[in-house]
Structures are given as structure tokens and as C-alpha cells.
């Protein structure tokens, strides 16, 4: 067992007793699994500001790392973007999918792709769907393709979007 001081993703600190279950390296970060409470969780290593050991306990048997991991991760990605937003993206957008929005958004490309659905148009532009986060973190991703993409729906989106471009182009305006 290790007792740990972590450092939580909004700056708060908890003390924590847990039971290691294996290591993952994602994206150059290492993530701890480990039990804790009953339960099995995941914490960010360089989160960890002191650690001390707290002796042995027994591996749970049948505990699968990879399936765990798995699991966890498609749970994280549906919990980080709630939303889908139906978007036209230019040659450039598309490009850029994949960097600003990662392996999720890659990932929708491709499923998009597979369904036949991102078929360009005589501008080579396409029309897909894409992950959003809820609110103004959304708003914010999707601002970062700037003339490349236009959100179609939701309208709430579409008109967030807009406001958003709107108030920023009246901050540059002489």
C-alpha cells in the first residue's frame, strides 16, 4: 500500500491510502491504477507530491490492467465531451481536427470516413460531427479553427459561436 498526498486537477490536495495495480503511460503521462476505498481509480503521477509505503496487500485476482484502462478511458472521453456538434470544416479544418481536438476527434473523423458522411463538396469542404465539450469550453475548441469551421447544430452552439466572434471582432474594430 502507498500513502499519498495528490494534487487533484483543480489545485486541491487529498491525502489518499491506495493499493498499486499497475502503471499506463497515455500520451507521455503515466497514470497510476490503483484501488482505493474499493474501488479502482486513476491519478495522474506527476500529481503526486509525496508518497510513503504503507506495506503489502493482496492483488485482487483477475484484475485486467488493459480492460480496465480501456473502459476508463472511453468513460473519460464521454465525460469530457458531453456533446456533439454537426460542423462544415474546410481542407485545412479537417487537417486540424485531429490536433486540436486529439484522438477523439481523430477518432470521429474516421467514423465519419467509414459511414461515408464527410464527403467533400465542390469547395472541398465536409460535413461531419464532432465531439464538444458542455458550455464555454466548447465554444472555446471550436473558436480555435476560426474561419475553418462553422457549426450547423446545435443552435445553441451555432449561436454561442457567433456571439462569441461577434463580441471579439467589436474588441478589433477601430
Not at 91 to 120: H, K, M, N, Q, T
Request: net charge negative; with cysteine.
Amino acid at each position: 500500500r502507498l500513502r499519498v498526498d495528490y494534487r487533484r486537477w483543480d489545485g486541491s490536495a487529498v491525502s489518499r491510502t491506495l493499493e498499486p495495480l499497475g502503471l499506463v503511460l497515455k500520451a507521455g503521462a503515466w497514470y497510476l491504477v490503483a484501488r482505493c476505498d474499493g474501488s479502482d481509480r486513476t491519478y495522474r503521477v506527476s500529481r503526486i507530491v509525496a508518497m510513503t509505503d504503507e506495506g503489502e496487500f493482496a492483488r485482487p485476482a483477475g484484475f485486467d490492467l488493459a480492460e480496465y484502462w480501456r473502459t476508463w478511458s472511453e468513460g473519460f472521453a464521454r465525460r469530457l465531451y458531453p456533446g456533439t456538434a454537426t460542423v462544415r470544416l474546410s481542407p485545412l479544418g479537417r487537417r486540424l481536427v485531429p490536433v486540436y481536438l486529439g484522438s477523439v476527434g481523430a477518432a470521429a473523423l474516421e467514423e465519419a470516413d467509414r459511414a461515408g458522411a464527410a464527403e467533400a463538396d465542390e469547395d472541398g469542404w465536409c460535413t461531419v460531427r464532432l465531439p464538444v465539450e458542455a458550455g464555454r469550453p466548447g465554444v472555446g475548441e471550436l473558436l480555435r479553427f476560426g474561419p475553418d469551421l462553422e457549426v450547423l447544430e446545435p443552435d445553441e452552439l451555432r449561436a454561442a459561436v457567433a456571439e462569441a466572434v461577434t463580441t471579439t471582432a467589436a474588441r478589433y474594430t477601430p
